[in-house]
């Protein structure tokens, strides 16, 4: 595969990981089967030089073994350690004193193995940060790098030479990768096994590679991502200039089953990746044949200045299958003009269609394929093409192949094609992709390919800005936290209704009265009907216990106030109740119910969520998610791409509502939760938006009590 990426500086960084001039196996065997045997194996095509060491032996399959790092005579770059779990430190700390920066551990046994196990790899840990050491794993297959002809681990084959890189968490998925890309012509140019990452991780090879000018694409395949914040933070940095395309598994709602709150249930762990990948420009690949599509269209073919594709092809059926997998992607089936129209007319034979998707009809030869190809990228309409040809007896496909080569060449054309056939088929279709055109059987792979640059012209496109800073009163918001702690509990509901305003959100009047008479002094300042809710941070769901009152005139105040604390009485009998809030009624029917929310993710913070509110927000799951703090590009969005947005805008003669209030509304919140890390889950539900502004009706939240 052939990159047509600028190149750039390389910095330091991590380099000698990958190239280094002297390489030392710490645990070198020649034990047939064993893991020291074949690492010192696959480094026999290496470019540099191999030290092996082993204090047990003097010579290993008749090379010279040393007893330590120490005793190699040259200086060593990179140490691969596969030693017993027991040694890993003590060998890794030799290692260092003998001045060598990099160090891969193979070895297993570390904090995948229990309790001692992670002793152990919190030792490890020690080792490197004292002596300022770049560690891969432990639990590691190892590291490989073409250039220099590395491959330096346990793995039974080395990679194809190319220009991408790639991490995995699962060494067996290396193997697999690697055996799976070198049959279908895929190179790389780094490979690397993260193992438990007890020091290296994710962001340092994202890193690293964005200043490494022989690496065109970055691969990863990730089960979880360590210092997600910090991830993103590069990711966002990187992705301008070097795709990062990324398949994750370990997709569970275990963290939504624990969520007391509608925002914790809905936005899981799954949602924060999907979010925070999305925002940080990562190109999520869905499954292990997408992420390669996609890796050899984002090396190989230019990025286009715009979506529209045509497609020309010998057969329509194939051609009606790649017209709608277009309409299923990010890209638009181009207008031809009425000039390029023409000028097919003329060109192609009577029975031709000459409107996209072109059909040069089944007994077309190459010249016809040419011609039609070389009509439609003059079109300005036309971004990108796909050719699809099924076999015939006046075509041929190596032909074929050489001519695609020639006009993508000619007109640096984002090109992929789709050969529907056999043998000669795959022959044409590997020359293809060894040339850097992109080739498929099936067609819907081939919008794939060319969807995953439109993807990316998108991310290069976008222009961050930072959050807004609002003005606020932090003290006001953490004073009323504070008196959360004082009560020793961890959730709060109406009670802390001044936390929102003090971030600006604005709010129903409304207090909390502790007795009957208190209630009735309340609705008297307020007026007009009011609605009254019990307070109690034992109880979550108050409308399920009848703990909700609305339209209570001032004369029936005090006897509903004495309802609701029997109520919640009768339903939990220990639980704390604080009062009734007595609040301004607001008038739903003027408004749309919606729901702002945050939830905590373990890896990523504060994860911020939009929808519709009130009793649709569990029936319809209508939301959208981002990783928090966003910025109004990023409120803008959530707000538009909900399903409902339509009701926002106004429908059924309603009156729009002011949607630049509720972008504010979503901003202040996610201020609000990352200034105060204890926050765990917050919603705001309903959050009422009519077309003078916004008003929270409502709040849930539950705090951190150790933060």
């Not at 002809?149 to 690697?178: C, D, E, H, K, R």
């Not at 216990?545 to 919640?568: C, K, P």
């Amino acid at each position: 595969m052939h990159g047509f990426a600028a190149v750039r500086d390389v910095s330091p960084g991590l380099r000698t990981l990958f190239s280094p001039d002297r390489v030392a196996v710490v645990g070198a065997s020649g034990k047939p089967g064993s893991v020291g045997r074949a690492i010192v194996e696959n480094l026999e095509g290496f470019e540099g030089d191999v030290a092996l060491v082993n204090p047990n032996r003097d010579r290993i399959l008749e090379r010279p073994c040393y007893p330590d790092v120490a005793s190699v005579p040259d200086p060593v770059d990179l140490a691969v350690v596969a030693v017993p779990p027991p040694v890993v430190a003590d060998a890794v700390r030799e290692a260092a004193t003998a001045g060598v920066g990099h160090v891969v551990v193979i070895t297993a046994g570390f904090g995948e193995a229990g309790p001692e196990g992670a002793k152990r790899e919190q030792e490890l840990r020690q080792v490197a940060e004292t002596h300022d050491l770049a560690v891969v794993g432990p639990n590691s297959l190892g590291v490989m790098g073409t250039g220099r002809s590395l491959n330096a681990t346990f793995g039974p084959a080395a990679p194809l030479p190319g220009s991408i890189s790639f991490m995995s968490q699962s060494g067996a998925f290396v193997t697999a990768a690697v055996d799976w890309a070198s049959d279908h012509g895929v190179g790389f140019r780094d490979v690397v096994s993260l193992g438990n990452k007890a020091v290296l991780d994710e962001t340092d090879f994202l890193r690293a590679w964005d200043d490494d000018p022989g690496t065109n694409v970055v691969l990863g395949y990730l089960e979880s991502i360590d210092g997600g914040r910090e991830f993103l933070e590069a990711a966002r940095e990187v992705t301008t200039e070097t795709p990062v395309v990324v398949v994750k598994s370990g997709r569970t709602d275990a963290g939504a089953q624990a969520a007391s709150s509608h925002t914790g249930a809905i936005a899981g762990s799954e949602r924060a990746y999907e979010a925070g990948l999305e925002q940080a420009g990562v190109v999520r690949a869905e499954s292990v044949g997408e992420l390669f599509d996609v890796a050899e269209s984002l090396d190989a073919l230019p990025v286009p200045d715009g979506n529209g594709v045509a497609i020309v092809t010998n057969a329509g059926g194939p051609g009606v299958m790649t017209t709608d997998a277009v309409g299923d992607s990010s890209l638009s089936v181009a207008a031809l003009s009425r000039e390029t129209r023409e000028a097919l007319t003329e060109a192609l034979p009577d029975g031709a269609n000459t409107h996209n998707p072109v059909d040069v009809i089944g007994d077309a030869d190459v010249d016809r394929f040419e011609t039609a190809l070389r009509t439609v990228v003059h079109d300005d309409a036309v971004d990108a093409v796909i050719v699809v040809a099924c076999p015939t007896a006046v075509l041929d496909f190596e032909s074929l192949a050489a001519t695609l080569e020639e006009v993508r060449d000619e007109f640096d054309l984002a090109l992929a094609s789709c050969l529907m056939g056999g043998a000669r088929a795959r022959a044409a279709g590997m020359a293809l992709s060894d040339a850097g055109v992109p080739s498929f059987f099936d067609p819907s792979r081939a919008v794939r390919s060319l969807d995953a640059l439109e993807r990316y012209r998108q991310v290069r496109e976008r222009t961050y800005r930072e959050p807004t800073e609002f003005d606020v009163d932090r003290e006001a918001a953490r004073a009323v936290l504070e008196r959360a702690a004082d009560r020793g509990t961890p959730r709060l509901g109406v009670e802390a209704m001044d936390l929102l305003d003090a971030y600006g959100i604005p709010t129903p009047d409304g207090t909390i009265a502790d007795s009957s008479a208190a209630a009735v002094s309340a609705a008297e300042r307020i007026g007009g009907p009011v609605v009254m809710k019990i307070v109690s941070p034992d109880i979550l769901h108050k409308s399920d216990i009848g703990g909700v009152r609305t339209d209570v005139a001032e004369a029936d105040v005090a006897d509903v106030y004495d309802d609701l604390v029997t109520r919640a009485r009768n339903y939990q009998p220990d639980a704390t109740v604080l009062g009734v809030q007595v609040q301004e009624q607001v008038d739903l029917d003027s408004g749309t119910e919606t729901i702002v929310g945050a939830n905590r993710d373990p890896q990523f913070g504060p994860l911020l969520l939009f929808g519709l509110g009130g009793v649709f927000v569990e029936v319809l799951e209508d939301t959208s998610v981002r990783v928090g703090p966003i910025s109004e590009r990023e409120a803008t969005e959530m707000v538009a791409e909900i399903d409902a947005a339509p009701l926002l805008r106004g429908a059924r003669g309603r009156e729009p509502v002011d949607r630049d209030a509720v972008v504010e509304t979503l901003q202040r919140l996610s201020q609000l939760v990352t200034d105060f890390p204890e926050i765990l889950e917050l919603d705001v539900n309903p959050l009422v938006a009519t077309p003078d502004g916004v008003v929270a009706v409502d709040l849930r939240l539950t705090v951190d009590q150790d933060q």
